[in-house]
Structures are given as structure tokens and as C-alpha cells.
């Protein structure tokens, strides 16, 4: 039985030049990278602003464990606009996938994993320093479980974007 394969980031770059020919090529190759091999994935990313929306979440999680209130809040009140739904399940599976990444790479004593964008570089290191593989998992299974019932209940997105921050800053502190 024939498996699928990841497409190398150069192929989803590729991809992206020829679709979305309006992109940088910076922007094109974090959005590949984000992307993690699915051509379908990038094109959505690069669709919905898969990657403002990951350089406001990576801006608020290199300051934990105490980001900015009102920049949190100002994120929340984004994805919390009606019709931003889609923004909302964009910005949580970025950050499951960034925390998920973090874990898996800690755990596999790799330290950092590879920035997506510069202004990332120190950050995994960081809070990989500041809690244990085992905290960020805990932290990963509660975003994932909050975004999940955010979105089958129809909850306030805004206030479980809060708590996922709160499990950050929570994981930084024990």
C-alpha cells in the first residue's frame, strides 16, 4: 500500500511562487515551513494569513512567561469578531503545532527547533529551559482540548485564547 510523502519545502515553495506569486520569498518559505510538507496546508495558510497570525502569536510567546495584557487581549478580540472562526482555528493550530514541535524536539534532546521566522530564534530554547518536555505536553493536550470545545460549543473564543495563554505562562512557573 503506497504511502504519501511530505513534499520537501523547496517543492511547497515552488508551489507557492507559482499560485500565490504575490508572496515574498521570505514569506513563502516560513509559510512552507509552517506547512510541514502539505501543499494544501500552504496554500490555506497563505490564504487565511496563516503566518500574520503565527508572528502575533510568536510575538506574545517570546515574552512569557509575562506577554503584554493588552497586546493578548488585542489578539483575542481579533479572532473573537464574528466571522472569525476560520482565524481562530488557524491561530490554535499554529500554536498546538508550535508547542507540539517544542515538546517533540525536546524530547528528542534536540533543543530549539529550527526558527520559522527570525524573530523566533532563543524562544523554544527558552521556554524549553524554563519547564520540561512534560510540561508542554500538559500544555499541548490543554489548547488542543480548549480549541476543540471552543469550537464544537460555540464558546467564547476570545476567552480560551486567554486561558491557552494562561497554560503558558502556567507552565513557566512550576
Not at 75 to 94: C, I, M, Q, S, V
Not at 96 to 117: C, D
Request: neutral net charge; aromatic residues 4%; glycine residues 8%.
Amino acid at each position: 500500500r503506497p504511502t504519501l510523502k511530505r513534499l520537501s519545502e523547496a517543492h511547497v515553495t515552488d508551489l507557492l511562487a507559482s499560485q500565490r506569486s504575490e508572496l515574498s520569498p521570505e514569506d513563502r518559505l516560513s509559510i512552507a515551513r509552517l506547512a510541514d510538507g502539505s501543499p494544501g496546508r500552504a496554500l490555506s495558510l497563505a490564504d487565511d494569513d496563516g503566518l500574520g497570525l503565527y508572528r502575533a502569536l510568536i510575538a506574545l510567546m517570546m515574552h512569557l512567561p509575562s506577554p503584554p495584557v493588552p497586546a493578548i487581549h488585542a489578539f483575542g478580540d481579533l479572532l473573537a469578531r464574528n466571522g472569525a472562526e476560520e482565524k481562530f482555528r488557524t491561530a490554535t493550530e499554529l500554536m498546538s503545532w508550535w508547542i507540539g514541535r517544542l515538546a517533540r524536539s525536546g524530547a528528542r534532546g534536540q533543543g530549539e527547533p529550527a526558527p520559522i521566522i527570525p524573530e523566533e530564534q532563543g524562544c523554544g530554547a527558552r521556554l524549553l529551559g524554563a519547564a520540561g518536555v512534560d510540561r508542554w505536553i500538559e500544555v499541548w493536550e490543554k489548547i488542543n482540548r480548549l480549541s476543540d470545545q471552543t469550537d464544537r460549543l460555540n464558546l467564547d473564543r476570545k476567552q480560551a485564547l486567554l486561558s491557552m495563554f494562561h497554560a503558558l505562562q502556567g507552565a513557566m512557573k512550576t
